[in-house]
């Protein structure tokens, strides 16, 4: 089945520093998805982004479908960005496969 | 707003009690997913159901059942359950043909 693999695992940084988050994939895929999981559990949709660029807000989001990976970018960077980061892909059949995530410690 | 809701945040169950937990989504999505979350493994895939009655099964099915008589409703069934069941459960519902995925508060289950 197909591989994602997502680095770095841990990332911490100070508020305010700008940081990306790398999603590698094995095979092509019609559909990749980021997503945040709050100190709480919750997981919180990011960008549906299968290619392109898109923004929001600090946070925005390239998938070069071709090389078959995707980063997200978080800018001046806030307490509240902290939890853990997936990266989730699916190539037809509607199952997610996702990655072992990035946890992100911003520091105030 | 898609609201996904599950039953319970937090549970603690004996080993082998039958356990259930609930996912209700208020969007009338044909697609519900059930999710268990461990350290390092990111989410894996129980069970699915892509309508009514229509159930298939994720990468670890093994110990598990469900159960959607209603739309709304997806049910996640541990006949028995045991220690290394012990998880975050995670409920997510997708309208068909959509991408989007959405997912519920989650259940923190502990099997002693």
């Known amino acids: 089945g197909i591989q994602v693999e997502q680095s770095p695992p841990d990332l911490i940084l100070q508020e305010g520093a700008n940081s990306t988050l790398r999603c590698n994939f094995s095979?092509?895929?019609?559909?990749l998805q980021w997503f945040h999981q709050n100190p709480w559990g919750q997981l919180i949709n990011l960008f549906y982004?299968?290619?392109g660029t898109k923004q929001n807000g600090r946070l925005s989001a390239t998938t070069v479908a071709t090389e078959r990976y995707s980063l997200l970018y978080i800018s001046s960077s806030q307490t509240t960005d902290s939890g853990v980061y997936f990266c989730a892909v699916e190539r037809g059949a509607q199952k997610l496969v996702f990655g072992q995530g990035t946890r992100l410690t911003i520091n105030p | 707003d898609v609201k996904v809701t599950q039953s319970s945040r937090y549970l603690v169950k004996r080993t082998g009690e039958k356990v259930f937990l609930e996912c209700v989504q208020d969007?009338?999505?044909?697609?519900m997913f059930w999710y268990r979350q461990d350290p390092g493994l990111g989410l894996r895939l129980i069970y699915f159901s892509y309508d009514v009655k229509m159930k298939e099964k994720g990468d670890i099915p093994e110990g598990y059942s469900v159960s959607r008589e209603k739309k709304e409703r997806f049910s996640l069934i541990l006949e028995s359950a045991s220690t290394n069941q012990t998880s975050m459960y995670l409920c997510a519902s997708r309208r068909g043909g959509s991408y989007e995925q959405y997912f519920g508060p989650g259940t923190r289950l502990t099997v002693t």
């Open positions: 095979d092509s895929v019609n559909n």
């Open positions: 982004i299968p290619s």
């Open positions: 969007m009338d999505h044909e697609n």
